[in-house]
Every structure is written in structure tokens, then in C-alpha cells.
């Protein structure tokens, strides 16, 4: 009784509603408010409201990946896109972007392009970006003038200071990724911890460091330096019609033996120059390339696992003014992050070069396919930070509506490519610079094994070729 009329002198609306004879056991109670944990919860008690992002088609419905055999019936029908309600939520939402069809789009082409770029490389490596680009391996190893000038510029301390740079990004260049900043590693583990370096960050700081000691070299040997530069993440496009007349389309399932294809690649680093490359090989050479086919690559298509779309622009584009100091290209370096198997890294290696020395072509011959009067040729070296590969090319002709007549010319740095290419891949190895280097590197007291000597001096070679 106490507490009811302590409730009755509190609140007059209670006690006229007790005095009426129609109290409640609800009006004893008084109503819980939204207070600061609602506002906070953005309108939801107990959890935080779900964002909705602006467009709906950027959501990702399969997070899981599911195969589409697992897909429901009713899945491709429930995805499809109804135009005519996207234009009339464009009328009335404002900042709406309206899904468009294909085909009414301003880039739409009839034929499609197959295309590739840096993350889908051929799939096939080495022997279906030769048969696209219709390229021939001249003979086997580098060029000879490679090999002299890697020999000629060689110096006494030149293996210390690669030992070195190898040392530095295994064993003190610290990862951040790998620091412990939570101090979640105990104190008695401490001295067991090893920090282990990745390849996407050695592998950069490697090809790096190495290109500095060559440009070092190259100071002390001429000025010409002055006339390159080195160039990180430069994008390059190539469009081409590929017509192949080898092709026994008897047993092919597709009848169709040309195609329009785009090379739409970004290169780790380049070094380009004022003068250009000297070619590999003498005109005699080019003119030998007539007799030499193409190694077929039956039963697989030349656009074997490309993607096409019919919704592209049919341009080729260097990356780089017409009026640029340093027009012309030298070496490209790539980063095998991915650890890619040979053949594939070497298939990437020859496209790359290929869409930079066919946008120059273009740029300097026109856009008519002839046989170049004076080849362009060029270099790349790619590597993982442990393994080196090297290739050097010349482009000879633009004419890639046949497979016949002049072909372009493709050095690498395996013997055994020619060989054994269109065999097996058991016989492309690479040449590695060290084996192992590392802090649990208990075989020697420096910390690494097996370095070679030769290698260096090979990628030297590369990078001064044409400074002398």
C-alpha cells in the first residue's frame, strides 16, 4: 500500500484513472524510450543496420563461388537484368545509372575481340604466344653479342655487391606485415620468431636494387645513361587481326581461322632510351625466317581460353607521347610474384614485348601491315627473386594476316626451348641465382647457398647493351 500511494502522488494521470475504477496493470509500469544505444544502433536494437549499397548490381551474389551446376533452376532467370524498369529508375532517381544492354552501347562491334591482359596470361605459355604472334625461337641461347658484353663489363666486386643485395631483402628488410604489433609472440618464443620474407616483397627489391648496381656500372663505363629512364607501371595496348592459314580446320571444331585479338598489358618496370636498340640479327637472317614454319600447335586453338566481348575500341597505344624524350623502348622487367611455371612466364614475357615493339611499328610505319625496314627490337627479363629468366625480340614484320612469308624473332636464355618446347616442359629450367637464403639457412654462416655468378652477369649484360 505504501508504494501504490507513493505511484498515486507521483503521477496525477494514475491517480485519476484509480479514482475512475479503470486502472491497468499496463499504467503501473512506465514505457521504456528509445535511448542512447537505439540511436547509436543506427535504428535497430541489438545490431548495427545493414548497409545497402547505392547500386545493386555491385553486390556479389555468389561469395561461395558455387559451380553453376549447383546453381537453382530459377538462378539465371532471377539475375536478369530488366531494362525498361532501369530507365524509368533513371527518370526518377536522381544519380541513378541505368543498366544498358551490350548492344546498344557505343563500343559495340558484330565480331568479337579475344583479348588478354597482365592477370590472364595464355594458358598454353610459350608455344601459343609464339603461333599469335607469329614469332619463331632463332637459335639457341641469347644473342652472342649478350654473352660478350656480360663477359666485357664484369668487374671484381661485382659478386659481393649482388651478395649483398640478396642478403639485404632476405634477412634485414622487415616485412610490416609481418611485425607483431599486438605483442601476441611471448616473450620466452621471442628468440624462436623468424620474420620469413614473401616474394611480392623481395621480388621487387631484388630486381630493383640489382638494376641500380648496373646503372652504377654504366656511369663508371659512359654518359650515355643520361639518355634512359626506368619507368614503373606503364600500360600498353595492341589490337591486331590474326589470320591463320596453317590451321587444318578439318578436324576443328571452330571453322573460323581469324580473329581479332587485344593485348592490353601493364609492365612492372621500363627502361626506355633516346636511341634505339640495335637489332639481334642482320637482314640475311630475317630473310631466312621465310623458310621457317610455324610449329603447329594442334589440337589447341591459338585462342584457346581467351575471353571475348563485343564491346571494345580497335586501338593501339603505346602508353607514351609522340613527343616523348625517351621514345624508344630498351628492356622490360617483370615481377613473377605468382611464381608462374616457365612457359607461362615466358609466354607472358614475348607479349609484352610484342605490344610495345607492334604499338611502335604502328606509330612509326603507319597502320598498313608491311615488313618492317628497319626491325625494333627489345629485351625483358623477368624473375621471382630466386630464378631468372631472360628473352630478348625483334620484330620484323606487322603482316600477321598469313603465317607465311617473314616471321619475327624470339631469343630466350634455355637451350633446350627449340628442342623440347612443343614436347615436354621438363626442359625449361631456368637459371637461378642462388638456392636458398634466409635466416633457417643453417648450411652456411652467411646465410645463403649456391650462388651463381653467371647470372648476374647475364642480367648486367641486359641492362648495359647499348650503353657501350
Known sequence: MPNLQRFLSSSPLAATSFCSGSITSASVFKVQSRGVRYKNSGGMIGGRRKRI?????????????????????????????????????????????????????????????????????????????????????????????????????????????????????????????????????????????????????????IMKELIRLCETRSFQLSESFRNRIVIEGPRSIACFRRDCSSLDTEFLPVQDTSWNIRFDLCADMQIHSKDPLSAFADSNAVLATKDISLAPIYPIMPIADLKSTHNYDFVTNSGFSSKFSRPHLHTIALFNTDQLPPNLIYGKMLTHLFTLLYSKALETYGDNPQDLSSPLSAQCVASDGRVFQFMCMQLNTTKLNSDDGIKNMVWVDNEYVKEELYQTDDGMTSAAMYEECGHTTWKSPEYYTGYNPDVFKLFQGFWLNGVL
Open 53 to 205: 549499397p547505392l547500386n545493386w548490381r555491385d553486390l556479389n551474389f555468389n561469395p561461395a563461388r558455387l559451380p553453376s551446376a549447383w546453381k537453382p533452376p530459377d538462378w539465371d532467370k532471377k539475375q536478369e537484368i530488366d531494362y525498361e524498369r532501369e530507365k524509368e529508375l533513371a527518370k526518377y532517381t536522381p544519380g541513378y545509372k541505368p543498366a544498358i544492354p551490350s548492344h546498344e552501347k557505343d563500343d559495340y562491334h558484330k565480331e568479337p575481340v579475344y583479348f588478354i591482359n597482365s592477370s590472364l596470361p595464355f594458358s598454353e605459355g610459350l608455344k601459343q604466344a609464339l603461333f599469335v604472334t607469329k614469332s619463331v625461337i632463332a637459335d639457341s641461347g641469347l644473342p652472342k653479342q649478350i654473352h660478350n658484353l656480360a663477359e666485357s663489363v664484369s668487374y671484381t666486386e661485382q659478386d659481393q655487391r649482388a651478395i649483398q643485395v640478396i642478403r639485404h631483402a632476405h634477412l634485414f628488410d622487415v616485412d610490416p606485415r609481418s611485425l607483431d604489433k599486438e605483442n601476441k609472440v611471448q616473450r620466452w618464443k621471442a628468440d624462436n620468431y623468424r620474420i620469413v620474407a614473401k616474394p611480392d616483397r623481395y621480388c621487387p627489391l
